[in-house]
């Protein structure tokens, strides 16, 4: 046999191993986001299918998207965070199987991500860190604490485009909602569905004046404590802060 016959050979036998999932054996698949908590006050968005939204040539999006590091003090209107979270991770409908369609792909439409916002500058939000509820479209306070920017910014490796940030998006995956189909092969395609949705961020931010930096330089450990995830069946996967582009 040669190299490339038993590589190819160890891949099939790897996936048909791999096949048997969670779904395959009948299991009932994860709630499709997660719970939100019933003493919190949901915090309803600004709806994108009637807002206006500011004209923005994809051409010129892509050929001008950097990362911006350094924002100004200006501070996001509801409706450009409500736009934006739209696009990064905005649910077009829920399908009869039931699965989540939304801006942005994903394996299987399996969508395990769920949004935590690091609020600094958000016109009527009092800055904390927030969850936004996908399908609700809607946000809810997870921590008011005077000191939640300087926990993030910290757990970020102390990297100045947090602490500056007009909001810091906090993607945390809920590996179930993935390997529940995919097993293994789930971990990859969390990274996989990671990129598509700071792109868009990238891209739309763009259109709003705004300026995006991925960020995968942070502490696994302390940021999911920050945002009370157990680091094994929910983690943070990636993280981008934006604010208004100095001019
Ligand atoms: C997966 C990933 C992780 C990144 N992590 C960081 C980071 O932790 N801190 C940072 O300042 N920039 C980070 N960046 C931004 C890159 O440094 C940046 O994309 C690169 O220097 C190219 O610059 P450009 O985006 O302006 O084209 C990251 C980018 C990617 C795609």
Sequence with gaps: MSDLDGRIFWEKTKYQYLAISPQDLGRPQPPLELPVDPSATLIPLPDPAVMAKPPLDLWQAIKQRISVRNYAEQALTLEELSLL???????????????????????????????????????????????YAAIEHALFAVDLAQDINARVTTACEDQS??????????????IERMTWRY?????RYILLDAGHVCQNLYLAAGGLNCGVCAIAAYDDDMLNQELRLDGVNQFVAYVASLGKRKI
């Excluded at 696009?87 to 009869?96: C, K, L």
């Excluded at 485009?161 to 809920?174: D, K, L, R, Y």
């Design 85 to 131: 979270l739209w696009a990064t991770q905005g649910v077009r409908r829920v399908s009869a199987r039931p699965a989540t369609l939304r801006t942005v792909p994903s394996a299987g439409a399996r969508h395990a991500f769920e949004t935590f916002l690091l609020i600094n500058r958000v016109e009527g939000l009092p800055p904390g860190l927030y969850r």
């Design 161 to 174: 485009q947090v602490a500056n940030s007009a909001v810091t998006f906090i993607w945390a995956a809920v």
């Design 183 to 187: 097993q293994v092969r789930g971990y």
